[in-house]
């Protein structure tokens, strides 16, 4: 094992850790203000399709899938995982420039669930308010959603769908926001004849073909910074 993999893999192990912590601490915060502490939704057996949903992923885990993927063309350190100040998210940076990436996961539904038609689907949402700035000016250089389509919690499988400002356009413009939220809502997955598609837009399907794992674009921005 070649040592950017071993510092890529205890860096995996250093955010999972800190993901557990912050768990804990919300929990601690909850038990001592009174609260009971919720039992997470994707556990609960129903009706409710948001029972079927499996396959959840953290945002750490997902800054390390991140790195993973780009760990021949940007350096790991150079990716980080976002303020609230910035939007969360993550930021690729050398120093010179930046770049702000909204990161967005989600687990899967199975074919079983939604559609025979699909391998599997994730679904993700965003409200007009976090894609936009002050100066209705995109907020992100980058959109960015993830689908682990995996059951096995050691071994998560991530699809990434990766936008930049021009094909985030015109992926909003076949969509209108719902709600006083303004939210817009995504199906991203794959079909069992092995294309990536956003499903949510029943009138239509609107094929991703080229936006699945497009980490090529980030790299090019990041070699301009």
């Known amino acids: 094992m070649g040592l950017d993999r071993i510092i890529l893999d205890l860096q995996d192990k250093v955010l999972k850790l800190s993901d557990e912590v912050e768990a804990l601490q919300r929990e601690v915060a909850e038990l001592k203000n009174g609260k009971p502490v919720p039992v997470s939704t994707a556990a609960k057996p129903g009706k409710n399709i948001n029972s079927k949903i499996r396959g959840s992923i953290s945002k750490n885990e997902l800054v390390g899938a991140v790195r993973r993927n780009l760990a021949d063309k940007i350096p790991a350190e150079d990716i980080l995982k976002g303020s609230r100040k910035e939007g969360s998210g993550i930021v690729i940076t050398n120093g010179a420039g930046k770049l ?20 599997y689907t994730g679904f993700s949402t965003i409200s007009k308010k976090t894609i936009y700035d002050d100066n209705g000016q995109f907020a992100y250089d980058f959109f960015v959603f993830a689908v682990n389509h995996s059951d096995d919690a050691e071994q998560p499988d991530i699809d990434f769908f990766v936008f930049d400002q021009d094909e985030f356009k015109h992926l909003l413009d076949a969509k209108s926001p719902s709600g006083k939220n303004e939210m817009y809502y995504f199906y991203f997955g794959k079909t069992v004849d092995g294309h990536y598609i956003d499903d949510r837009e029943r009138n239509q399907e609107i094929i991703l073909d080229v936006d699945h794992d497009a980490w090529d674009k980030v790299v090019v921005a990041y070699d301009k910074l």
């Open 100 to 119: 702000k990436i909204s990161l967005r996961g989600s687990g899967f539904y199975g074919k079983d669930d939604v559609s025979s038609r699909m391998m």
